[in-house]
């Protein structure tokens, strides 16, 4: 197997299935971009993000109002790889235990809504 000292590649390449692959392909992919418009999951440099970088990221996500689960899907995909440019020799120790460290986001969202029993319901309808 060749992964051309791609941090992403292998990090993908170690996950179990073909879904959990194409899911965290398509995050990296946006995370890509995110720093550089003409960027792709296999042109990025991965070793060279540091834990700034991932803070920024982030907060962008908070910005757009992703879900606290949506964003620590991306927080997960950027450690992996992360994991992987330390393993490669690509990432120093101390930038990847920077990055490793960073907090994943509390919360969950806020419900849209919910069904209504047919006693509420009629309760409405009654007023």
Do not use: C
């Not at 992964?3 to 390449?13: G, S």
């Not at 101390?94 to 047919?118: C, F, M, P, Q, W």
């Amino acid at each position: 197997m060749k992964y051309d000292h791609n941090p992403a590649e292998v990090y993908l390449a170690s996950l179990r299935s073909e879904q959990s692959r194409t899911g965290m392909r398509s995050l990296l992919r946006n995370t890509a971009l995110f720093f550089d418009e003409d960027e792709t999951v296999e042109t990025f440099s991965w070793a060279k993000m540091t834990f700034p970088d991932v803070y920024e990221f982030l907060n962008d996500l908070l910005e757009d109002k992703k879900s606290p689960n949506t964003i620590n899907t991306y927080l997960a995909a950027i450690k992996g790889v992360a994991r992987e440019a330390w393993r490669l020799n690509l990432m120093s120790i101390e930038n990847y235990h920077r990055i490793k460290d960073i907090k994943r986001v509390a919360g969950k969202r806020t419900e849209t809504g919910r069904a209504l029993s047919s006693d509420e319901l009629n309760t409405m309808l009654d007023h």
